[in-house]
């Protein structure tokens, strides 16, 4: 198991990424989980639960295995988004890795910023041998950025999802610790 009792505050050009401080974080990120585009990219089901999502937001914190930060633009100072690393994989070594970028922060750079600082975060700081994701094939976007970042693909779910009645494949991509150490050499 992977101890990420820790919660981090980690500063980029134009991003902060920090534990939820949910009383201030709420209404931003209640926006974000209630937007048409996070609910079609993410797959969420738009029934909505404020009470379940609230204490949901409470607990984050509190989660040793498991590492929930929001996403801050620095200049605004308001949250634009998340990113989660969770769902450990004993066999693996491996942990899953998501991430939502609300209204607010698309189109600005922010969703690589935070990929890019949450991984190098977790090879800096924990003995993980990789860190995978899925993208649905609907998401173009996400899915260059985590190729930049390193990801690649492993293998295809076809037919993950429907959506507007169409059946979408979700791709699933890898990030290994050597790729990761590769790239830093390179860089």
Request: proline content about 4%; glycine content about 4%.
């Amino acid at each position: 198991m992977i101890d990420l009792k820790d919660k981090p505050t980690i500063a980029g050009d134009k991003i902060t990424l920090r534990p939820f401080k949910t009383a201030e974080d709420f209404p931003y990120i209640e926006a974000c989980l209630q937007d048409p585009e996070v609910i079609k990219l993410t797959g969420s089901s738009s029934e909505y639960n404020r009470e379940e999502v609230l204490d949901w937001y409470n607990t984050r914190n509190e989660q040793p295995e498991r590492l929930d930060l929001a996403i801050m633009d620095r200049e605004r100072k308001v949250l634009v988004g998340e990113a989660v690393v969770n769902l450990y994989d004993e066999n693996n070594h491996s942990m899953n890795f998501r991430i939502l970028i609300g209204p607010r922060g698309r189109d600005q750079g922010f969703g690589s910023e935070a990929t890019q600082l949450v991984v190098d975060y977790i090879f800096k700081n924990t003995d993980l041998n990789q860190l995978t994701l899925s993208v649905f094939a609907f998401n173009p976007r996400a899915k260059r950025v985590y190729e930049k970042v390193g990801f690649i693909i492993d293998s295809v779910d076809e037919k993950d999802l429907e959506s507007e009645g169409e059946w979408i494949d979700s791709i699933n991509m890898k990030l290994t610790r050597e790729d990761w150490k590769q790239k830093q050499v390179e860089e």
